[in-house]
């Protein structure tokens, strides 16, 4: 049961994301959280950085959503600059949503990985659907409270994760 929060890859941050060896993976498409994935939760939009970063994945031919569990007004004012397809109020880790960013890329589930900071709504959300998890470590400590109550969690869970990636090496 512990191994649905493990992440495919843990990795520092989005910049560390190596577009050429995904596209030889085969994959066409990634699906990004926002809030302490891509920038703090009180950061209204994208980086001049991020904007390039996403530039960059498209000019290589592969697809972008934003989900987010976050409000309509987050998501859309986060996207003015990135125009991307999105989807707010997600409901991660539900997954309707992944299914719908799928749907929305015309993209199979081995085709998509999902980068996300939160390993109980884009890990977990994720690996129910079968497709491929990178967490990130938050981008800033600050954290609404309910995820403040998780991340506690989370530490156990990455504990677990790093000693089970170290006797599979």
């Known amino acids: 049961m512990i191994k649905r929060l493990y992440p495919t890859q843990y990795i520092q941050s989005i910049f560390d994301l190596d577009i050429e060896k995904l596209k030889e993976e085969g994959i066409k498409g990634i699906i990004f959280d926002i809030d302490n994935t891509l920038v703090p939760y009180d950061v209204a939009e994208p980086t001049q950085e991020i904007i390039s970063f996403f530039d960059d994945i498209q ?14 007004d987050r998501v859309l004012k986060f996207n003015e600059k990135l125009k991307v397809l999105a989807l707010h109020k997600a409901q991660k880790p539900l997954t309707k949503s992944f299914k719908k960013a799928l749907e929305m890329m015309n ?17 977990y959300g994720g690996n129910c659907i079968g497709i ?9 400590d600050k954290d609404e409270w ?3 109550i998780k991340r506690g969690l989370e530490r156990q869970v990455i504990k677990s994760y790093k000693k089970w990636k170290r006797r599979q090496a």
Do not use: C, H, R, W
Request: proline share 2%; glycine share 6%.
């Open 107 to 123: 993209y199979k589930k081995e085709e998509v990985i999902i980068v996300g900071d939160q390993i109980f709504t884009d890990v």
């Open 146 to 148: 309910q995820t403040k």
């Open 132 to 140: 491929k998890t990178y967490l990130v470590v938050p981008i800033s």
């Open 59 to 72: 000019k290589a031919g592969m697809g972008i959503t934003l989900v987010s569990n976050n409000t309509e």
